[in-house]
């Protein structure tokens, strides 16, 4: 088995001694050379140069064959590595990085630089990549498996809480900038601390209300120990105009071009006046909501009722949940859900997070129940007849409507949003928000509202609900590179 390296190696060697001794011979002083002899010794020599020179000729291809082979594998692997680059970049680019997820699995293929490339997912922000190239003959080939995480930048809410207006929060509520009092650079999730804890406008408050009074108007009320994590509260400031007036400085939002929200485009020119014309480029008006409640899951519970039955039919395919009025969730229904150890009932999960707006009412439950959602809630004030404590309709100064005058519309003030737990983020247009009064149970005291900033959840919403990244980016897993 496995035969001489160098066959010629050993068929000239003995030649050669040979010769040797045919030169120690002649050269012998006693010994007088005959024609016959010459002839032999010459002729010997002569195939000794040729089995030399042969073996020289083998040895310099052999070297040739190795530096040709080598060469080529060096060539398969750059083409294979340029492979992986190539997929790599387009994990770098937001447009391209969106596209390449919605059609998975995908294979790309480049004749010039001899390469194919493999993607599949593993998990929805996971990808296995496996990349197979060849040398520029095609003798030589190699293949480099390699496993990235990838994430995706969209335009979501900078805090777990934002309030157009004032907010009131006694001691039984919390909210947390997302990992658990982390720094960024320690929390798990790719920065999934949020840049403020709460974002709010209190100097929309003009008058005191019982729900939102406090000590003063147009100051937060915020209890100790509400706040969780390293982010720093924000109060939005307000800006001179061109005119000299003050408004209400939103900022501006950065909506890719090409990104479509209940089937309306945003207006990137939009000068935000109002947190959901800052959260989404769109004007809040009639026709805006009205495209938003068209396109979402309807529950009008403007007549009363138990909504929980609605909810509990929500689909993946349903991305905005729109209700109007109170949501009343029945103990019974929450006992049933399948997501909560603590019979908490829960709209939407990791992968499905939905956005939620609630018009006109709140989340109403018994006090050992709770709803938790994953994703955004949006409590948006309805128009409401001016009535008195009794429900009578009365004028602006409390007076009974005669039978013939029509109700006086006025929009609604205040928001109570206890009973509630967001993973995602919280919004309000109200001009006051508050959390409800402490509510004592068996065990202790009831948690009444909390909300935990979670930027993955909020990203994988606005994906879903069809908005373009802003930037993306990528992560080798360790350990994952296979080149052999």
């Not at 010459?42 to 052999?62: H, K």
């Not at 209890?223 to 501006?252: C, H, M, P």
């Amino acid at each position: 088995m496995g035969g001489d390296k160098y066959p010629l190696k050993n068929c000239w060697r003995p030649i050669i001694l040979s010769f040797i001794k045919l030169i120690k011979y002649f050269a012998h002083p006693s010994v007088k050379p005959q024609g016959f002899v010459v002839l032999t010794f010459t002729v010997l020599l002569c195939f000794a140069c040729i089995l030399f020179t042969t073996y020289m000729a083998s040895s310099q291809l052999l070297d040739n064959q190795i530096i040709a082979n080598y060469y080529r594998n060096k060539q398969a692997f750059a083409n294979t590595e340029s492979g992986i680059n190539f997929l790599l970049d387009q994990l770098g680019d937001p447009v391209a990085t969106q596209l390449l997820v919605a059609n998975l699995p995908t294979t790309y293929t480049n004749i010039v630089h001899h390469y194919t490339v493999k993607v599949e997912e593993i998990n929805p922000r996971k990808l296995a990549i496996t990349a197979h190239g060849t040398s520029a003959d095609g003798s030589a080939e190699q293949e480099i498996n390699l496993e990235v995480d990838f994430y995706l930048h969209f335009p979501t809410p900078v805090a777990a809480v934002s309030v157009n207006g004032k907010l009131n929060l006694d001691d039984s509520a919390l909210i947390n900038d997302g990992c658990e009092g982390l720094e960024a650079r320690d929390c798990q999730a790719n920065a999934n601390v949020a840049d403020n804890m709460l974002v709010s406008n209190p100097s929309l408050e003009v008058e005191k209300t019982d729900a939102c009074s406090g000590e003063s108007v147009g100051v937060n009320l915020i209890a100790d120990g509400v706040f969780k994590g390293n982010s720093s509260t924000k109060v939005i400031t307000k800006i001179a105009t061109e005119e000299g007036l003050e408004r209400d400085d939103w900022g501006q939002t950065n909506i890719p071009i090409g990104s479509e929200v209940a089937g309306l485009t945003p207006d990137d020119t939009l000068d935000a006046s109002s947190l959901f014309e800052a959260t989404f480029s769109l004007a809040i008006n009639e026709d805006n909501l009205y495209a938003f409640w068209d396109q979402s899951l309807k529950i009008d519970m403007t007549n009363g009722g138990d909504c929980s039955e609605e909810l509990g039919q929500v689909s993946n395919e349903d991305h905005i949940i729109f209700i109007k009025g109170d949501c009343h969730i029945s103990e019974f229904y929450a006992q049933q859900s399948k997501t909560s150890e603590h019979k908490i009932f829960t709209i939407g999960t990791v992968d499905s997070p939905k956005l939620v707006f609630i018009k006109g009412g709140t989340f109403i439950t018994d006090s050992n129940t709770g709803i938790s959602v994953l994703g955004m809630v949006y409590f948006l004030p309805a128009m409401q007849n001016l009535v008195d404590e009794s429900g009578y309709l009365v004028d602006e100064n409390g007076d009974f409507l005669a039978s013939q005058q029509e109700a006086i519309q006025v929009l609604d003030l205040s928001i109570d949003m206890g009973d509630i737990n967001v993973n995602g983020a919280l919004l309000s247009e109200y001009k006051c928000s508050f959390s409800g009064d402490d509510k004592v149970v068996q065990n202790g005291t009831q948690q009444y509202f909390s909300a935990r900033f979670d930027k993955l959840i909020l990203e994988t919403l606005y994906e879903n609900l069809g908005f373009k990244a802003t930037a993306s980016g990528y992560r080798l897993v360790v350990g994952t590179w296979r080149d052999f």
